[in-house]
């Protein structure tokens, strides 16, 4: 079946800007996951959601990011007023429940100039 | 949370050869997947294991919970087989969601 999949797959943006980044997660998955991945780094958490809801943001760097999943599906993170900074490879998995095996998407390259 | 340390950071192997990949963990798991993430960048699920072992043609994977380590093993090992490697652990007291700290990976290099 399908995987997950994100959208766009890079973007290019300047700073102060603001940017979305969608994410499909495998049918039938209620938990969506955002992590961010810097160069030369392993992928790092952000937030979760179970459902509609955002169970866990403790991993958002700031108030500039958000994120919403407002059907239970289809997730996006919004980051406003972007920094240099946030330049890093944004990714999304999805898994069946808490503990369950997550499977990760190709991720979004956002670079920041 | 969670400490996820892996090694070695680096390995250089000849075609066919074969190597173990560590992974240590500071706390019960619930979660503990390995990663192959390929020079695209996309994470490709190698093992599912929490505990016990796995095997999938060349590659088998053995995490010892009680102990807080997991080892991943490459046989004969081809030179498709060079990207990072990466462990994942999720702590059975997280409160919520089973959110993945990843360690820093392990550079694998298969020279012909």
């Known amino acids: 079946g399908a995987g997950v999949s994100q959208t766009p797959s890079n973007k290019v943006t300047e700073k102060g800007k603001y940017v979305e980044l969608r994410c499909d997660p495998i049918?039938?998955?209620?938990?969506l996951y955002w992590y961010r991945q810097s160069l030369g780094q392993g992928p790092e958490f952000l937030i979760y959601?179970?459902?509609?809801?955002?169970?866990?943001d403790s991993g958002l760097p700031n108030d500039r990011f958000f994120a919403v999943r407002p059907e239970g599906s289809v997730s996006t993170l919004k980051i406003q007023r972007t920094e240099r900074g946030d330049s890093a490879v944004y990714l999304c998995?999805?898994?069946?429940?808490?503990?369950?095996?997550?499977?990760f998407g190709p991720g979004t390259r956002l670079t920041v100039t | 949370g969670i400490q996820v340390e892996q090694s070695p950071p680096d390995l250089i192997l000849q075609e066919g050869a074969n190597s173990t990949l560590r992974c240590n963990f500071s706390?019960?798991?619930?979660?503990l997947q390995w990663f192959h993430q390929n020079p695209w960048g996309q994470l490709i699920n190698l093992f599912y294991?929490?505990?016990g072992t796995k095997q999938n043609g060349r590659l088998s994977a053995t995490t010892v919970a009680t102990e807080r380590y997991s080892l991943l093993y490459i046989s004969s090992s081809q030179t498709t087989d060079s990207g990072v490697y990466f462990c994942?652990?999720?702590?059975?007291?997280?409160?919520?969601?089973?959110?993945?700290?990843f360690g820093e990976g392990t550079q694998l290099t298969v020279n012909p």
């Open positions: 998995a999805s898994s069946y429940g808490q503990g369950s095996e997550q499977y």
């Open positions: 049918s039938g998955h209620t938990a």
């Open positions: 959601f179970q459902g509609t809801g955002a169970a866990d």
């Open positions: 706390d019960s798991v619930n979660n």
């Open positions: 294991i929490p505990s």
């Open positions: 994942a652990a999720s702590a059975v007291k997280e409160t919520s969601g089973s959110r993945l700290t």
